[in-house]
């Protein structure tokens, strides 16, 4: 028990005080200590102790690596294999267990989070030998500490549902006792779970300040959080316990789960969660205080709806209103990258004429490039696949008539509009599927044929991104190296006009991710009142067309004029649903599309939905990269991507405790399946 779930008074000690940089307040250094009461009766320690506490935040920037490659494992991505594999690309293929799964590499993130909660107990406990700093700052650091520790609760409920609780008999945080005997310990409810984070965060939220500002300057303290922080956390944790995983679970091996003492794990079905998360999400929006990020007028400018869903990363910390938390650049796997930089050069393409160490391995899959909607009609062109052999076929889409999209066929002389300008990206014949799309397809996207936003990119002329194999072929195919094997490359982070011709242009490209914004919370608020017991179909219409309109398209009501949201739904593209049924297909659409490889929302959203076992089990589908011409390359196969499919089982819904931590916790139950 010692080793797994807590950290000895010793590592506290030497990991307390730390020298943060001027550039983050998540990168520490450590420096020994005397005594906890010397380390907290120093404001200087203190703060640095605090900072420490932040060093836990899983690096979910970092796509290719152990927190921020859920992504991989979802069907938003397919990403390339280059000359090594992360381990989620054997968590995709169903290659891992108990055994493997022994620490943050191998997703097993148990150690460290626990590690976390137990700091912040000691920092919590020890926290009034400050006396050199004002109230108001001890109790916002109190409030920071709180939040922290639910957070890490979070990402640990998450990732492997209800566990274990640090409480006394009344619910209230204890720190870990060195003397707990690791064989009596067992994991609390998912209700026991729910309302324990729900308390820490309305604590949190009582001590924590609107803006950092009020307490302490914000030079430096970038990424502290604020009281809209923790009720953001709330709200998502809400709207994960009315989910169909943590609530009335249809699943027998989870509705029958029961933990040593007896008690059920997962609970019956309780409507009224709905409820709760909507009325956590409606808190978050009536504080005024966050706005979309919008620049120009979206609905008539298709390059002002481009740059109005870019500024969620681009636009500075000080203006940026959508962002509620985030954390700025840190640094971490090759030094010369830094986090959002190994991103950008992981996305670019490959062959070293666009960009400097281009890998081209993170790339889209097919689906989340057939989830944008159309500019003009506002309609999303994909309603679902037909099927082959049991499984989803990205190469037969169910589409909507109406929306104005085109499986086939060719524009010629198409004018690229995003990012670009038509004195050097000249007309050029584009595939129909790429025509017409809204503008945050444009932002994540570069497909097959089109010109890389960059007038000078690396050879100094403008270069269209091709994948084929010919002698324009800008990202070449290779069986062996690492290159874009879908035929789209994902250039989100990367800013249109950046020269990526040396490594330092790379490791100056900063930007704060967004942990949680308000475009979440919108689709929050409008799922859960899709799915309350009282059920307001106009009000989460409203809440998912605000969302709609930054990125320049029509309401809802105006787009789907046939369809019945309030009650009896109808038929599009061969598919008939109820009203609140085409909603929840709706704000899924919209999530993918808005939050594409942000973090883990579309891995967890699979997840607490019980949806992931149907739309993760597909082939490897791509565009025929491996084509000696344009025109075939837009052929959908399955063949061409090198590596076995992903697997997805209903185990697979939660991760499995390792066995080094079961070894010593002998009444531990583990999750079904493993």
């Known amino acids: 028990m010692k080793h797994t779930v807590r950290l000895s008074l010793i590592a506290v000690l ?5 020298a943060v940089s001027c550039d983050s307040y998540f990168d520490i250094n450590t420096k020994d200590q005397a005594t906890l009461e010397d380390i907290m009766g120093r404001s200087t320690a203190v703060r640095k102790y605090l900072a420490h506490l932040y060093s836990y935040i899983p690096e979910e920037e970092n796509l290719r690596g152990n927190e921020g490659g859920t992504s991989l494992r979802s ?16 968590v995709r293929r169903g290659e891992y267990s108990s055994a493997s799964s022994v620490d943050v590499a191998s997703g097993n993130y148990w150690k460290k989070f626990y590690e976390a909660i137990n700091e912040c107990t000691t920092f919590i406990d020890n926290l009034h030998y400050d006396k050199e700093d004002s109230e108001k700052l001890v109790s916002c650091m109190e409030g920071e500490a709180r939040f922290l520790r639910a957070y890490y609760y979070f990402c640990l409920f998450r990732h492997y549902g209800p566990v274990f609780l640090w409480m006394d008999e009344n619910g209230n945080p204890v720190a870990s006792d060195q003397n707990v005997d690791g064989s009596t310990i067992d994991r609390h409810t998912v209700d026991q779970n729910v309302a324990f984070m729900e308390k820490e965060l309305d604590r949190a939220i009582q001590l924590l300040p609107a803006d950092i500002a009020a307490v302490i300057a914000p030079t430096s303290n970038m990424g502290r959080v604020t009281k809209g922080a923790a009720m953001a956390l709330k709200a998502r944790l809400l709207l994960y316990a009315a989910s169909p995983l943590y609530n009335g679970n ?52 298709i390059q002002a709806a481009a740059d109005s869903y870019q500024n969620i990363w681009f636009e500075n910390w000080e203006t940026n209103k959508e962002i509620i938390w985030g954390w700025w650049y840190r640094q971490w796997g090759e030094a010369y990258l830094g986090t959002v930089g190994a991103e950008v050069a992981f996305s670019c393409p490959s062959g070293g004429k666009i960009c400097r160490r281009g890998f081209s391995l993170i790339t889209p899959s097919l689906k989340l490039v057939d989830a944008y909607p159309m500019a003009v009609s506002g309609r999303y062109p994909v309603v679902g696949y037909a099927e082959t052999n049991g499984m989803l076929d990205y190469s037969r889409p169910l589409v909507d008539e109406l929306s104005g999209y085109e499986t086939d066929g060719w524009e010629e002389n198409y004018q690229q509009l995003v990012d670009v300008k038509p004195s050097w990206a000249t007309r050029f014949k584009a595939h129909k599927s790429t025509v017409g799309r809204d503008a945050r397809f444009y932002s994540n996207f570069v497909p097959n044929g089109f010109w890389w936003p960059c007038e000078r990119p690396k050879d100094g002329s403008a ?27 994902w250039r989100r982070l990367y800013k249109a006009g950046n020269q990526l011709t040396e490594d330092t242009d790379y490791s100056s490209i900063r930007y704060v991710y967004p942990a949680f914004r308000l475009a979440e919370v919108y689709l929050t608020y409008a799922e859960a009142c899709n799915e309350k017991p009282t059920r307001d179909a106009a009000e989460a219409v409203t809440y998912i067309d605000k969302v709609r309109a930054r990125s320049g398209l029509k309401g809802l009501q105006e787009a789907y004029p046939e369809i019945d949201f309030n009650g009896a739904g109808g038929t599009i593209g061969g598919v008939t649903r109820t009203g609140q049924e085409w909603l929840r297909w709706i704000i899924r659409q919209e999530k993918m599309c808005e939050f594409a490889f942000e973090g883990s ?71 079904p399946g493993w």
């Open 250 to 301: 249809p699943l027998p091996q989870y509705a029958g789960l029961t933990n040593s003492r007896g008690e059920h794990l997962f609970p019956a079905y309780d409507a009224t969660k709905w409820d709760k998360a909507a009325e956590a999400a409606w808190d978050v929006i009536e504080l005024n205080k966050y706005s979309l990020t919008q620049k120009g007028s979206p609905a008539t400018d």
């Open 601 to 671: 929302q579309r891995h967890y959203d699979a997840i607490r939905t019980l949806t992931a076992i149907k739309e993760y089990n597909v082939e490897n589908w791509t565009l025929h990269v491996t084509a000696d011409n344009y025109e075939d390359s837009y052929t959908r196969v399955s063949d061409d991507y090198i590596g076995a499919r992903s697997l997805f089982r209903e185990r697979d819904y939660l991760f499995p405790f390792g066995s080094r931590q079961l070894a010593e916790m002998t009444s531990f139950t583990q999750n």
């Open 14 to 18: 030497a990991l307390a005080c730390m």
């Open 463 to 489: 270069l269209r991104f091709t994948c084929y194999d010919n002698a324009e072929c800008s990202s070449r195919y290779s069986a062996t190296q690492g290159c874009n094997r879908v035929g789209y490359t």
């Open 75 to 90: 069907d938003e991505a397919l990403h390339g294999k280059s000359q090594w594999e992360t381990n989620w690309y054997k």
